[in-house]
């Protein structure tokens, strides 16, 4: 099994600041990494799949890098819909999923 | 626009088995365009896939290996659902349950098809089954 660690666990930014939310993976996923926002009460929403790509009718502000094991989520201009909870999952084997980070306002 | 509506009880009793579908609409279960998955959530074991179903020229199951033993995935074609059985469940079974499409592309390497998979981007709505007497 492929584990996923994200971090940090809590990220605190201001809007209109940068964030930037990590993810690794125990072994090569090659580019098979997705991304999605999860806020209380709903399902998670893909933001980015294949590392980098966005998904449809996501913004710009959201931008994906990395493959192998290291991966960056970016997030350019904080707007007050981007504070959620975001998850990593791999598929490059059985589907795995990172524990989270959780994006709050400062 | 392809919509995930998943039904089921809420409640069900250690030992028994849980029992949940997920209708599709927008999408066919048995296209060779896409996998159809379960997924729960709980605190104290995150977001972890069950397993999938798919259709390529016949029909396919992965489970994970944590409920192996336990699970079925079954295509409902004539309905354009799947479902989820989890047998023998524990209150460690409580959680909210998702089912998800993740798309599929295909690449012709000589005469082999290969499949690649993406993110899951069409989730139901999310079923929390409790597992208590």
């Known amino acids: 099994e492929i584990v996923m660690t994200q971090s940090p666990a809590t990220l605190s930014v201001s809007p209109g600041e940068r964030a930037t939310l990590s993810c690794r993976a125990s072994?090569?996923?090659?580019?098979?990494l997705a991304w999605y926002q999860q806020k209380p009460g709903q399902a998670p929403r893909l933001l980015i799949y294949?590392?980098?790509t966005r998904a449809a009718g996501i913004p710009a502000r959201f931008s994906g890098s990395g493959s192998g094991t290291e991966f960056t989520l970016t997030i350019s201009s904080l707007q007050s819909e981007d504070f959620a909870v975001y998850y990593c999952q791999q598929y490059n084997n059985w589907p795995s999923f990172g524990q989270g980070t959780k994006l709050e306002i400062k | 626009q392809v919509q995930l509506q998943q039904s089921g009880p809420g409640l069900v009793k250690p030992s028994q088995t849980l029992s949940l579908t997920c209708a599709v609409s927008?999408?066919?279960?048995?296209?060779?365009?896409?996998?159809w998955n379960w997924i729960r959530q709980s605190p104290s074991r995150g977001l972890e896939w069950l397993g999938r179903t798919y259709y390529r020229s016949k029909w396919y199951n992965d489970y994970a290996l944590s409920v192996q033993s336990r699970i079925t995935i079954n295509p409902d074609t004539s309905k354009n659902q799947f479902s989820l059985q989890l047998n023998s469940v524990t209150p460690e079974d409580t959680a909210v349950y998702y089912c998800a499409r993740v798309p599929t592309g295909t690449t012709r390497e000589g005469l082999r098809l290969v499949y690649h998979y993406s993110g899951m981007d069409v989730w139901g709505q999310g079923t929390t089954v409790t597992v208590s007497s």
């Open positions: 927008g999408d066919s279960v048995s296209g060779n365009s896409a996998t």
């Open positions: 072994q090569s996923v090659s580019s098979n």
């Open positions: 294949g590392a980098s």
